[in-house]
């Protein structure tokens, strides 16, 4: 699956790939650290919140909790 902003794809494949390395040949025989992957995660993850800015997409709303609350049958905000 490709990422949110197009220039992010190649970012998010070479995190998949080393996350899948770390968690095949590491996590499943009882490594858990998981720093390995961590340069990878955070310029992948600085270019997806750059990508989400660009389509105006706010942070604090995905990260809203909405399961069990009010708004979780709400309908979605009408785009303006």
């Given at each position: 699956m490709n990422s949110i902003g197009e220039n992010c794809s190649e970012l998010k494949n070479q995190y998949d790939h080393c996350f899948l390395t770390w968690f095949s040949e590491k996590f499943l025989k009882g490594d858990?650290?998981?720093e390995v992957c961590a340069p990878f995660f955070k310029v992948y993850q600085?270019?997806?919140k750059k990508a989400m800015k660009e389509?105006?997409?706010?942070l604090k709303?995905?990260?809203k909790d909405v399961l069990?609350?009010?708004d979780e049958h709400a309908p979605p905000p009408k785009n303006t």
């Amino acid at each position: 699956m490709n990422s949110i902003g197009e220039n992010c794809s190649e970012l998010k494949n070479q995190y998949d790939h080393c996350f899948l390395t770390w968690f095949s040949e590491k996590f499943l025989k009882g490594d858990t650290n998981d720093e390995v992957c961590a340069p990878f995660f955070k310029v992948y993850q600085q270019c997806v919140k750059k990508a989400m800015k660009e389509h105006h997409i706010d942070l604090k709303e995905v990260e809203k909790d909405v399961l069990g609350s009010a708004d979780e049958h709400a309908p979605p905000p009408k785009n303006t």
